[in-house]
Nanobody, 115 residues
Framework: QVQLVESGGGLVQAGGSLRLSCTASGSIFSIGTKGWYRQAPGKQRELVARITSGGDTNYVDSVKGRFTISRDNARSTVYLQMNSLKPEDTALYYC?????????WGQGTQVTVSS
């Protein structure tokens, strides 16, 4: 079983930065694919960024060049550095870890970007 705890969300002005953190319990964190998803009101949840166990990353087009995903396996933590935030980045952000085709989710952390 993997439990995920997110932190780092908040209210920020457009152009500002936030760093989200997600810390996992359990020993299998390092072998899973880690990702950050977001869901805005009235919209479907979308993948924002993902990092594989080998360190390969991919991003949704709308955040490329602004967001960076990274992980620290020793701390069982995955990060999402978000720069140049825009009002359209406002959403509930969820951490995800996929291990052996099983998805684990955090409770979500709210990011609100004011114009």
């Amino acid at each position: 079983q993997v439990q995920l705890v997110e932190s780092g969300g908040g209210l920020v002005q457009a152009g500002g930065s936030l760093r989200l953190s997600c810390t996992a319990s359990g020993s299998i964190f390092s072998i899973g694919t880690k990702g950050w998803y977001r869901q805005a009101p009235g919209k479907q949840r979308e993948l924002v960024a993902r990092i594989t166990s080998g360190g390969d990353t991919n991003y949704v087009d709308s955040v490329k060049g602004r967001f960076t995903i990274s992980r620290d396996n020793a701390r069982s933590t995955v990060y999402l550095q978000m720069n140049s935030l825009k009002p359209e980045d406002t959403a509930l952000y969820y951490c995800n870890v996929r291990v052996f085709a099983v998805d684990y989710w955090g409770q979500g952390t709210q990011v609100t970007v004011s114009s």
